[in-house]
């Protein structure tokens, strides 16, 4: 395939996709349970102008894996985010987050990030969301790094999220 979304779009459910090494500029959403892996951080990188406020990845399926990326997003706004995850029990692993507002966004419950990187992020490295309806809940961050971030990590309305062996500067 030459773009991302279109080997996600025709992917069957619980399949994985390989991502070729390179600087890939497309914004993907992921909305079925898919593996989506990059050829590792040094070598994948998806970097993306977003519409202000928006995202480079949007994940709305439950149990998707994505691992092996450097992301950022340059679209305007304070809320411009590398990832945004609404759905639940989704796992990031080893995947840098650089230079954009937010890296990553989670409206939902039951998420692992694990092994990555944030840095130069002007707001937030990761933000758990909710609301006085809905928190945010039993997600895991563990093994990561903050570095050169306005907020490391930054909790609204979630209850029983595990922050481990993390490091910020």
């Known amino acids: 395939y030459d773009r991302i979304q279109d080997a996600i779009d025709d992917a069957s459910p619980g399949s994985t996709i390989t991502v070729n090494p390179g ?8 909305t079925k349970k898919l593996s989506v892996v990059g050829a590792g951080k040094q070598l994948t990188v998806l970097s993306v102008t977003s519409s202000p406020n928006s995202y480079a990845i949007r994940i709305a399926a439950e149990g998707v894996v994505l691992s092996g990326f450097t992301i950022t997003n340059h679209g305007e706004g ?7 995850i609404s759905a639940a029990q989704v796992t990031i692993e ?13 409206w939902s419950s039951g998420n692992t990030i694990i092994s990555c990187e944030f840095q130069g ?3 937030e490295g990761i933000v758990l969301l909710g609301n006085n309806q809905m928190h945010s ?8 790094l903050f570095q050169s971030n306005c907020d490391g990590i930054e909790l609204q309305y979630t209850i029983d999220t595990t922050i481990q062996d993390c490091e910020f500067s």
């Open 121 to 123: 992020c002007e707001d």
């Open 78 to 84: 304070l809320y411009t985010t590398g990832v945004k």
């Open 94 to 106: 080893d995947c840098d987050f650089l230079d954009t507002p937010v890296g990553i966004a989670i």
């Open 137 to 144: 809940s039993r997600n895991t961050i563990q093994n990561c």
């Open 23 to 30: 600087t890939h500029s497309e914004i993907i959403t992921i």
